[in-house]
Nanobody, 125 residues
Framework: QLQLVESGGGLVQPGGSLRLSCAAS????????IAWFRQAPGKEREGVSC????????YYADSVKGRFTTSRDNAKNTVYLQMNSLKPEDTAVYYC??????????????????WGTGTLVTVSS
């Protein structure tokens, strides 16, 4: 069974950090670009970042640029999203998704082949 599983979410204070992981089972991530999306309560799904499989190029939404970093460890079949300087408006369920080879961009949800089930990030004091 082909699956993506996110982990690392939780409650963090404003200004804090979290690292999310996206692990694949049933397939290898090295031929897939991995995107992160988020959806806050009552809001539309929003693209956060993407990392290509071919050259490791990364792309970020303006709202997280300079604060979030995505990286990949193909040996561990895992992609990460390091989130620093977190703000209350970053509160959302975060999803990872996979598309073949290269990133279409940030937020191109219709291009994704596989989705994880999400992990909740809450930024609150």
């Amino acid at each position: 069974q082909l699956q993506l599983v996110e982990s690392g979410g939780g409650l963090v204070q404003p200004g804090g950090s979290l690292r999310l992981s996206c692990a694949a089972s049933g397939f290898t991530l090295d031929k897939y670009a991995i995107a992160w999306f988020r959806q806050a309560p009552g809001k539309e799904r929003e693209g956060v970042s993407c990392i290509s499989s071919t050259d490791g190029s990364t792309y970020y939404a303006d709202s997280v640029k300079g604060r979030f970093t995505t990286s990949r460890d193909n040996a561990k079949n895992t992609v990460y999203l390091q989130m620093n300087s977190l703000k209350p408006e970053d509160t959302a369920v975060y999803y990872c998704a996979a598309e073949s080879l290269t990133c279409s961009g940030v937020g191109y949800y219709y291009a994704m082949d596989y989705w994880g089930t999400g992990t909740l990030v809450t930024v609150s004091s």
